[in-house]
């Protein structure tokens, strides 16, 4: 996984002397790459351990994996992004943060009343997801219609939890729900492609899934392989503690 990936991924793990270091690696990587760990930390005006904890934070084993896989970064060729559904399934599965999984499926749980709403194709997963939280046990609701879904969010509270699904993050009609949701403090969950959205900055919890968006002939052919992936392991998770 790229360095720019990591930082979105474990972007909530990382702190203000965290973001001073990455902010150096980012503007500098020529010369990080030549740097030991002590002289680093020694021009960012920290210790080495810090440097150290950051590496983990990244998912790294240490900082000698960090500096490695910069390195390889850049003497690496450009390379055209693979298109095909292999690769989408590589690149979420690298995504997966338990964490955020362990999070997502604890607050459904305890959530008095969870709804699901999704536009178009994504509607479908939220039905699927209802249906397995069903297996369980746990009722959670879902509709496809608009003013329906704003009833119910106005009716919801802070005990509660909306999951919202959009690849792109930028679907007006999740937003308008996100935007509800926010103003009368109901957590949210929200699953997207990995890319900045909208969406994701209204979240309590951000899902990803590696599933950007693809056209034919005017028809939306996007592989939504991975968002069934990223269901079925939260889905597998609720199941297995709950």
């Given at each position: 996984m790229r360095f720019e990936d990591r930082l979105q991924k474990f972007e909530y793990k990382?702190?203000?002397?965290d973001d001073q270091i990455i902010e150096y690696i980012l503007q500098n990587k020529q010369d990080f790459v030549r740097q030991s760990i002590q002289s680093l930390a020694a021009h960012l005006y920290t210790v080495p351990?810090?440097?150290?904890?950051?590496?983990?934070?990244?998912?790294?084993d240490g900082f000698s994996h960090l500096k490695n896989s910069i390195k390889e970064e850049l003497e690496s060729a450009i390379i055209a992004e693979e298109d095909s559904s292999y690769h989408y399934i590589q690149r979420t599965f690298e995504l997966i943060d338990k964490n955020r999984i362990e999070t997502a499926a604890k607050m459904i749980h305890e959530a008095k009343r969870t709804l699901l709403f999704g536009v178009g194709d994504m509607a479908?997963?939220?039905?699927?997801?209802?249906?397995?939280?069903?297996?369980?046990?746990?009722?959670?609701?879902?509709?496809?219609?608009?003013?329906e879904v704003i009833h119910i969010v106005n009716e919801m509270n802070h005990?509660?939890?909306?999951?919202?699904?959009?690849?792109?993050?930028?679907?007006?009609?999740?937003?308008?729900?996100?935007?509800?949701?926010?103003?009368?403090?109901?957590p949210i969950i929200s699953l997207t492609h990995f890319d900045r959205n909208s969406l994701q900055e209204t979240a309590s919890v951000n899902?990803?899934?590696?599933?950007?968006?693809?056209?034919?002939?005017?028809?939306?052919?996007?592989?939504?392989?991975?968002?069934?992936?990223?269901?079925?392991?939260?889905s597998q998770y609720y199941w297995d503690h709950f």
């Open positions: 990382l702190n203000d002397t351990n810090t440097i150290t904890r950051l590496s983990k934070k990244l998912g790294y479908i997963f939220c039905d699927l997801l209802v249906r397995n939280l069903r297996v369980v046990g746990k009722k959670a609701e879902f509709s496809i219609h608009r003013h005990h509660d939890v909306l999951v919202l699904m959009s690849l792109s993050g930028e679907t007006p009609q999740i937003l308008e729900m996100a935007n509800i949701a926010t103003q009368r403090g109901i899902l990803y899934c590696f599933a950007p968006k693809k056209e034919k002939n005017g028809y939306n052919i996007t592989d939504r392989t991975p968002v069934m992936i990223v269901l079925q392991l939260l």
